[in-house]
């Protein structure tokens, strides 16, 4: 009988949460702390959205062939991957819910509900309001990295009757490069942010980039903080030129006191792009099935560094 795989899954009953581990795989537990024997492990699943040591572990690993995120982004995984381990994505396990996030940020924006849950929170009623809420209807949306989720947020907005511009790192059917946003963020009302964190995004929504944003356009960050110029966008902010809405920032967590709080025309919300009842289903079928590939020799999916397996 062959050896099993060793691997280490971060939820504490791995058979019940995968629907049953497949043939040939012996699971260990861990998700932070002191971490089981790791000598012989050879397939690794970070815990979802945990400390720097459940990463930091790989360093720990010597027979680690693969490491599986929950996440779409891995930037924080590439530092700890040495040669010859193979390093794969969650692509497609949040598509459904940071479009229906990115979906929410927008309307919430739009039709002013922060402004509701005040009055709620007083008790009143306001007898009128001077000016109409926005309507997504007839607006241009900016989906700027147009991936699996871009996609997933595109099929949630035609519904509302708005046109969608898509943008990606390089152009192919029906998507722009990212160097034609000179010309295509003047003409967006809402630009939504996807890409994921790599040297040629960090900072990349800095003063010009903001400043090429028509009048009381909005600004909708579903990515990572760092793409942002945090600084940048305080001071397009503080002129109540534009609007935004975040879930991510940079830093993060944001530190109490830091004037992103307290900047006008801008919604925050702490990082719960991923965080539905949507995310545990998909991310149990995408792990299973790696697994059974890895025990039975067939190629991984979503391989975005390393040697594919």
Excluded at 195 to 207: L, Q
């Amino acid at each position: 009988m062959a050896d099993l795989v060793k691997t280490l899954l971060p939820w504490e009953d791995p058979e019940g949460f995968l629907g049953g581990l497949p043939a040939g795989i012996d699971a260990q537990y861990y998700a932070g702390g002191e971490p089981p024997a790791l000598d012989a492990v050879e397939f690794y699943v970070p815990s979802y959205m945990g400390s720097s040591e459940v990463v930091e572990v790989v360093d720990q690993m010597p027979a680690l062939k693969v490491v599986q995120t929950q996440t779409a982004g891995f930037e924080n995984v590439l530092p700890h991957l040495r040669e010859g381990v193979t390093l794969c994505n969650a692509r497609g396990v949040h598509d459904a819910s940071t479009a229906e996030l990115a979906v929410g940020l927008i309307l919430a924006t739009y039709r002013r509900l922060p402004r509701a849950v005040q009055n709620q929170a007083r008790g009143e009623w306001p007898s009128s309001y001077q000016e109409l809420d926005d309507s997504l209807a007839d607006r241009t949306v900016l989906i700027l990295g147009y991936g699996s989720i871009g996609e997933a947020l595109e099929r949630r907005l035609v519904g509302f009757e708005c046109d969608i511009i898509r943008v990606a790192r390089r152009a192919r059917d029906g998507v722009h490069p990212i160097s034609d946003l000179p010309e295509l963020l003047p003409k967006a009302d809402v630009v939504v942010l996807l890409t994921p964190a790599t040297d040629e995004t960090r900072g990349m929504v800095d003063a010009k980039f903001l400043a090429q944003l028509k009048d009381g356009a909005l600004l909708i960050n579903v990515a990572r903080g760092v793409i942002v110029d945090t600084d940048a966008l305080i001071a397009e902010l503080s002129t109540e030129r534009i609007r935004a809405a975040l879930d991510v920032t940079d830093p993060e967590p944001l530190p109490a006191g830091h004037p992103l709080w307290s900047a006008p025309n801008v919604l925050i919300n702490p990082h719960r792009g991923g965080a539905s009842t949507a995310f545990s289903p998909r991310v149990a079928r995408l792990v299973r099935a790696q697994l059974e590939r890895y025990a039975n020799g067939e190629p991984l999916i979503n391989v975005v560094a390393g040697p594919p397996r």
